[in-house]
T-cell receptor
Framework: AQTVTQSQPEMSVQEAETVTLSCTYD???????LFWYKQPPSRQMILVIR??????QNATENRFSVNFQKAAKSFSLKISDSQLGDTAMYFC???????????????FGKGTKLSVKP | KAGVTQTPRYLIKTRGQQVTLSCSPI?????VSWYQQTPGQGLQFLFE???????NKGNFPGRFSGRQFSNSRSEMNVSTLELGDSALYLC?????????????FGNGTRLTVT
């Protein structure tokens, strides 16, 4: 069974600085999907960034980028120029090769609570 | 486009009662998934519905059930509530058929069982 591990329960960063959140996963599949979601105090989970495993190029969305190391099964999230609004829980999620089909659920890590300090 | 809507936002129930939660997906989304979120277990997958059929189910007891209607709206039901069922229940919809389609989540229903 696939597992997702986020080893940092809590992190803090000063506003305008850069922070990296770690995520590792375990799978025997070759084709899969990885996601980072953000959950602010409002409770709504918001997609931050996504990566297809067969794409070697790291995904980037504005201030958010990932470092995807397929061989190491590592998928870290880098937040540049941190803003107060980035304060939230961040979840790493894995979608297997059947994601979107009959085995379509995501497997989530336990999350990292990020606090951005002024 | 309106997002995923979950009602109610908060519920307080007594042990042994049953509860029904509702979810309206984004227009055009045909897949609806449900997740239970607790501080101890994190996010756990309950089930997924597509075109009114349950096509995927997590490891939860039969007290947890759901259904999907022809307009893609979904409900989940928990019978014989236990204290451990207290959690945030999240609904998510997606464009089924697109393999890279992300889940779009609602704000959740906070269920407290006393």
């Amino acid at each position: 069974a696939q597992t997702v591990t986020q080893s940092q329960p809590e992190m803090s960063v000063q506003e305008a600085e850069t922070v990296t959140l770690s995520c590792t996963y375990d799978t025997s599949e070759n084709n899969y999907y990885l996601f980072w979601y953000k959950q602010p105090p409002s409770r709504q989970m918001i997609l931050v960034i996504r990566q297809e495993a067969y794409k070697q190029q790291n995904a980037t969305e504005n201030r958010f980028s990932v470092n995807f190391q397929k061989a190491a099964k590592s998928f870290s999230l880098k937040i540049s120029d941190s803003q107060l609004g980035d304060t939230a829980m961040y979840f790493c999620a894995f979608g297997g090769q059947n994601y979107g089909g009959s085995q379509g659920n995501l497997i989530f890590g336990k999350g990292t609570k990020l606090s951005v300090k002024p | 486009k309106a997002g995923v809507t979950q009602t109610p936002r908060y519920l307080i129930k007594t042990r042994g009662q049953q509860v029904t939660l509702s979810c309206s997906p984004i227009s055009g989304h045909r897949s609806v998934s449900w997740y239970q979120q607790t501080p101890g277990q994190g996010l756990q997958f309950l089930f997924e519905y597509f075109s009114e059929t349950q096509r995927n189910k997590g490891n939860f007891p039969g007290r947890f059930s759901g259904r999907q209607f022809s307009n893609s709206r979904s409900e989940m039901n928990v019978s014989t509530l236990e204290l451990g069922d207290s959690a945030l229940y999240l609904c998510a919809s997606s464009l089924a058929g697109s393999r890279f389609s992300p889940l779009h989540f609602g704000n959740g229903t906070r269920l407290t069982v006393t």
